[in-house]
């Protein structure tokens, strides 16, 4: 029987390890930095490395062991932690991983155990964190590890379908932050409060056990409800946010699509009378009218030229967007260029073609809202190698941008409203590195720049 127990033991430390691992990945990926991969061989390394070194505590052949509620926490946590590390990024960026990583793992882990101890002691008047806990019979501690490995797998289930699944990757706001704070503090008082009340026997009212119960079951509720409400304040607002997107995607198409109608109508008329007009000219040059004719043929050509499309990047829905922003740009004395064409044009879903170039253009915009008006000028080029496309964007600035520090994912933004704006540029490289591309700011001489670069599949 004890060697049963050690091996249903041995497993659940090991699921309970593992499932904490992948969360906190998860989270970062999902929540902090979406760069963080998450990826199967990863898992393995992790699903490795728990395995045996809790095979040696199992054989009492590792010198660190910290027992928290009958299961064992192992320095394998470093290992974990360096997974998490990516070439590339910078010592800073990761530093804020490991730092995110331990804190998620301390946090679902404490937050967990916490719940349990708060079941068990409210019910049964017994704790077992303190003293009590070495009297706890075999059944009841690995019915508790057993409590444990099952919110760990809701919380892995819930935020793997709810959002990593979804593709979904959003930055936390300041409201955000202080209700983890404040979820933080409250979950480290509870943990202090229920290891004294342990450590004490202290049994609230003994004859009125469901005053334990009922305060019990309140902090308990509070503590798995708490993050639930979180992460669905965020989503509220991520989706608010898409959804303005979405419909500001869907005027641009609206309006490129009456554009083109009224462009049909025009071509329809130029067509119906060209016959006509150059009948015209034709009788024009007959009588040796070349100053008349001259004059016609250029009235005509000028009607060409109104119909010809007004901006042609490669990409109809491209062309689309930024037909959409030219209005705004015209009535603020901004000058769009566009240099090249994308031959083919963007192999990505369309959202993805507007949260890119939607944001750099509205960017680009802002920054000329703050220049004289002769000289707001934003450069759209473009070009192609054999296996390589070439994106620039770049408009003047007021002042030099660090863009060492919105590379490294600082929010800089000149709005008022902080925790609205300043992910822009972050949601660009996400994109853009979502496709396989490469990503990169410059700033001198008070222009700023930003640059994309595409791979092309190689045949």
Same mark, same amino acid.
């Given at each position: 029987?004890?060697? /049963? ?28 930095? !979406? ?51 990516? +070439? ?36 049964? $008047?017994?704790?077992?964190?303190? *003293? ?11 019915? #508790? ?12 289930? @819930? ?8 593709? %979904? ?34 049994? /609230? ?6 005053? +334990? ?6 902090? #308990? ?36 699509? &009456?554009?083109? &109608? ?27 009218? @070349? ?9 005509? %050509? ?24 030219? $209005?705004?740009?015209? !009535? ?66 007021? !002042? ?11 929010? %800089?933004?000149?709005? !008022? ?27 001198? *001489?008070? &222009? ?12």
């Amino acid at each position: 029987m004890t060697v /049963l127990g050690d091996v249903v033991d041995y497993l659940i430390g090991c699921s309970a390890l593992f499932l904490s691992y992948a969360f906190s990945v998860m989270a970062i990926h999902c929540f902090s930095d !979406e760069r963080l991969p998450v990826t199967r061989k990863k898992h393995i390394i992790a699903g490795a490395v728990i395995a045996i070194c809790q095979l040696l505590l199992l054989l009492d052949l590792f010198p660190f062991r910290i027992s928290v509620n009958g299961s064992t926490f192992v320095t394998t946590e470093l290992v974990l932690a360096g997974l998490c590390l990516q +070439r590339g990024i910078g010592i800073g960026a990761n530093f804020r991983r490991v730092l995110l990583f331990f804190f998620s793992q301390l946090m679902l882990t404490l937050s967990s155990v916490i719940i349990i101890v708060m079941l068990v002691y409210g019910f049964s $008047g017994k704790g077992m964190i303190g *003293d009590e806990g070495d009297n706890v019979s075999r059944l009841a501690s690995t019915v #508790a590890d057993l409590m444990m490995l099952l919110i760990l797998l809701l919380a892995y289930i @819930y935020i793997y379908r709810v959002v990593y699944a979804k593709g %979904l990757a959003m930055s936390p706001r300041n409201t955000d932050v202080v209700l983890m704070g404040i979820y933080c503090i409250y979950v480290l008082i509870m943990a202090i409060v229920f290891a004294i009340m342990d450590e004490e026997d202290v049994q /609230l009212v003994a004859e009125f056990g469901f005053l +334990r119960a009922i305060f019990t079951l309140v902090t #308990a509720g509070v503590t798995l409800a708490m993050p639930y409400f979180i992460v669905r304040n965020r989503l509220s607002a991520y989706y608010k946010d898409l959804s303005d997107h979405q419909q500001s995607f869907l005027d641009a198409e609206l309006a490129a699509s &009456r554009q083109y &109608r009224e462009a049909q109508e025009e071509t329809r008329a130029f067509r119906h009378d060209v016959q006509n007009e150059l009948a015209v000219i034709s009788a024009l040059m007959k009588e040796k009218h @070349y100053d008349q004719a001259e004059a016609y043929l250029n009235d005509m %050509l000028t009607e060409v030229r109104a119909l010809s499309p007004k901006v042609i990047t490669g990409d109809d829905m491209l062309d689309t967007l930024i037909s959409s922003k030219l $209005g705004k740009l015209t !009535e603020n004395s901004v000058v769009l260029s566009i240099d090249g064409v994308l031959e083919g044009g963007l192999n990505w879903k369309p959202m993805d073609k507007c949260r890119v170039f939607a944001n750099a253009l509205d960017n680009a915009f802002e920054a000329c809202m703050k220049l004289p008006t002769d000289v707001r000028q934003i450069a759209l080029t473009m070009q192609k190698t054999r296996h390589q496309r070439f994106i620039t964007i770049s408009n003047p600035c007021c !002042e030099n941008v660090d863009c060492n520090a919105l590379m490294s994912g600082q929010r %800089l933004t000149s709005k !008022e409203d902080k925790q609205l704006h300043g992910y822009g540029i972050q949601s660009i490289r996400s994109t853009v590195e979502k496709y396989g591309g490469l990503f990169n700011l410059s700033c001198e *001489d008070n &222009r700023f720049v930003m640059e994309i670069i595409l791979m092309d599949a190689v045949n």
